[in-house]
């Protein structure tokens, strides 16, 4: 260094001792420094426009700070260290000259080789953009936001400043477009470890480790680099409504490996195996019949499942929780949390199933019922409940019985029970059927009267009016509810023309019964037979004895005629 340059402090502008001409001669002599020539110089000042290089001539070059975007200078750049520049300009009487140039283009040939050779590449995050992260690799390269890390990227900015490892996935040298990703570097070293781990654990073995990750049929533990899945039927030996209620994310526990899918890569875990089994001698300390307290812990639709003791479950159906509107009484009364006393009905210990009742501590007031009531047995009760099929009334042993719809009339067809019955009236039954094992009583309404067709044999009289016409013959009812059909061949005594119907609707008729089917519910009569008996009974009151027996002939000639035709 010349003791000018060290009175002028390192300037390196041309000073007023300094000329053009001065300058051109020098760099005559060194023909190498020229704009576009690469060289390897050493920093010997700062000033105020930048870096001071010494270029082994009169005068000395400068790499200006406004090379440096948001006056960022890279560490490797101070005093004393050498570095490669490039010359940029020779003109204004400044040689200006360029480290980043020089840094861009080695960085772009070592990015070109790294993404050919699929190498590795240091980076650092500068800032997060809109779908990813600009990141400096000696040079500008784009990080989406998919290719950061393995999870979800959620707090962008804790990533910023940081200094990774990155692979090159696509490289364009003249666009200048690089794009890198994390992710599929940690995705390899994951594989690796989960290789390597799979290679090393056994199963049988205890191990801890950390809940991942919580879904809705267990929970995934990481042992060190492999995720195992701890299904929600091995977290506890009793039943686990919501892993929630036992695990939360971050938690250690210490698992049991029950199985190894080395080809998936799958690891089956255990928390109850490690626990003393409560059904090996559950049918011993909870045999059937017994009545201990339990405590209600989830309630669905069925039922309710009940805790007997700490890790033992029985379950309590809807239908056994009270001998009588058993649904409704549930509902209202069973809650979570709750504590009741269960009796024990059933034990399955291979299903790992307990069946409890409520209802059972109780009387049966179905076999109360049945000591009370018997078939045929008239009663009053209050009408509970109404159903497509019938009406359901409450009797005075606190039990329900079902009027059938087709026991609320002989005679009428009833569609609705609503539209005989209202709900809370008292009414008359019959008792038909008392059943304690099914727990019902079939009771009726119109067996509180006489069926009316039991009054109807064959020879009974009848009268009544023509209510329907039909191509074979009509109908008359005899009584509300009580048809019998009139053929038209026994519609009348005397001879009429075939097709011809001698009765209309709306007719007074009277007739005889000569067809009685109570079990199809079907009378048929005729007024043929009736008007021939009636006719008989005039001829034996008011004719003579001989006269009486020729029209006893004529008749009887009659009738046989009758039937040869018919």
């Known amino acids: 260094m010349t003791q000018k340059k060290e009175l002028n402090k390192m300037q390196t502008v041309f000073t007023e001792e300094s000329t053009m001409e001065e300058l051109m001669s020098e760099m005559r002599e060194t023909p190498e420094i020229k704009p576009g020539a690469k060289l390897t110089v050493a920093i010997i000042a700062k000033s105020k426009e930048g870096f001071v290089v010494d270029l082994g001539t009169k005068v000395d070059g400068l790499i200006p700070f406004s090379e440096y975007e948001g006056s960022v200078i890279p560490e490797n750049i101070k005093?004393?260290?050498?570095?490669?520049?490039?010359?940029?300009?020779?003109?204004?009487?400044?040689?200006?000259?360029?480290?980043?140039?020089?840094?861009?283009?080695?960085?772009?040939?070592?990015?070109?080789?790294?993404?050919?050779?699929?190498?590795?590449?240091?980076?650092?995050?500068?800032?997060?953009?809109?779908?990813?992260?600009?990141?400096?690799?000696?040079?500008?390269?784009?990080?989406?936001?998919?290719?950061?890390?393995?999870?979800?990227?959620?707090?962008?900015?804790?990533?910023?400043?940081?200094?990774?490892?990155?692979?090159?996935?696509?490289?364009?040298?003249?666009?200048?477009?690089?794009?890198?990703?994390?992710?599929?570097?940690?995705?390899?070293?994951?594989?690796?470890?989960?290789?390597?781990?799979?290679?090393?654990?056994?199963?049988?073995?205890?191990?801890?480790?950390?809940?991942?990750?919580?879904?809705?049929?267990?929970?995934?533990?990481?042992?060190?680099?492999?995720?195992?899945?701890?299904?929600?039927?091995?977290?506890?030996?009793?039943?686990?409504?919501?892993?929630?209620?036992?695990?939360?994310?971050?938690?250690?526990?210490?698992?049991?490996?029950?199985?190894?899918?080395?080809?998936?890569?799958?690891?089956?875990?255990?928390?109850?195996?490690?626990?003393?089994?409560?059904?090996?001698?559950?049918?011993?300390?909870?045999?059937?019949?017994?009545?201990?307290?339990?405590?209600?812990?989830?309630?669905?639709?069925?039922?309710?499942?009940?805790?007997?003791?700490?890790?033992?479950?029985?379950?309590?159906?809807?239908?056994?929780?009270?001998?009588?509107?058993?649904?409704?009484?549930?509902?209202?009364?069973?809650?979570?949390?709750?504590?009741?006393?269960?009796?024990?009905?059933?034990?399955?210990?291979?299903?790992?199933?307990?069946?409890?009742?409520?209802?059972?501590?109780?009387?049966?007031?179905?076999?109360?019922?049945?000591?009370?009531?018997?078939?045929?047995?008239?009663?009053k009760g209050k009408v509970e409940n109404f159903m497509p099929f019938g009406a359901f009334i409450k009797l005075p042993e606190g039990v329900e019985g079902l009027v059938h719809i087709s026991d609320f009339s002989w005679t009428k067809k009833i569609n609705r029970p609503q539209d005989m019955l209202k709900k809370g009236d008292e009414i008359a039954v019959v008792v038909l059927e008392v059943n304690p094992q099914k727990e019902k009583i079939s009771l009726s309404i119109k067996h509180n009267t006489t069926d009316p067709y039991k009054k109807y044999k064959n020879g009974t009289m009848v009268k009544g009016k023509i209510t329907r016409a039909l191509d074979f013959g009509v109908f008359m009812e005899i009584e509300e509810g009580v048809e019998a059909l009139i053929k038209n061949s026994e519609a009348t005594a005397e001879k009429v023309e075939r097709g011809v119907q001698v009765l209309k609707v709306g007719d007074e008729a009277q007739a005889q019964i000569i067809k009685c089917d109570i079990k199809e519910r079907k009378l048929e009569a005729s007024v043929r037979k009736l008007e021939r008996a009636q006719e008989r009974e005039l001829v034996k009151k008011y004719s003579n004895q001989s006269v009486k027996q020729t029209l006893g002939d004529i008749l009887v000639s009659e009738e046989e005629s009758e039937s040869i035709q018919e």
């Open 79 to 379: 005093v004393g260290a050498q570095i490669k520049v490039k010359v940029m300009d020779m003109r204004g009487g400044q040689i200006k000259l360029s480290h980043k140039e020089v840094a861009s283009e080695e960085a772009f040939d070592n990015l070109d080789k790294a993404f050919k050779e699929k190498k590795h590449i240091n980076g650092t995050i500068v800032k997060a953009v809109k779908g990813g992260f600009i990141v400096d690799v000696g040079a500008q390269a784009f990080l989406p936001m998919s290719q950061a890390d393995i999870s979800q990227v959620k707090d962008p900015e804790k990533y910023v400043g940081k200094i990774y490892q990155f692979l090159v996935l696509e490289f364009d040298k003249y666009k200048r477009q690089i794009v890198v990703s994390r992710r599929k570097i940690l995705e390899a070293q994951r594989d690796e470890k989960k290789k390597f781990l799979l290679a090393n654990l056994v199963e049988g073995q205890i191990i801890d480790g950390a809940v991942s990750d919580i879904v809705k049929f267990g929970a995934f533990i990481d042992l060190g680099g492999i995720d195992g899945l701890l299904h929600i039927g091995e977290i506890a030996w009793h039943s686990v409504n919501k892993v929630e209620d036992l695990l939360r994310k971050g938690q250690t526990v210490r698992v049991k490996i029950i199985n190894i899918d080395r080809e998936k890569g799958k690891i089956s875990l255990s928390v109850k195996s490690l626990l003393p089994n409560p059904w090996e001698s559950i049918s011993e300390k909870f045999p059937i019949g017994m009545i201990t307290k339990g405590k209600i812990v989830s309630i669905i639709d069925s039922g309710a499942f009940i805790e007997i003791e700490e890790g033992i479950d029985g379950f309590l159906h809807n239908s056994e929780y009270a001998w009588n509107d058993s649904v409704a009484e549930m509902k209202k009364n069973v809650k979570k949390g709750k504590e009741i006393d269960v009796k024990i009905t059933a034990v399955d210990v291979e299903n790992k199933k307990i069946s409890l009742s409520v209802k059972q501590i109780t009387a049966n007031p179905w076999e109360e019922a049945y000591k009370h009531y018997s078939p045929g047995m008239a009663v």
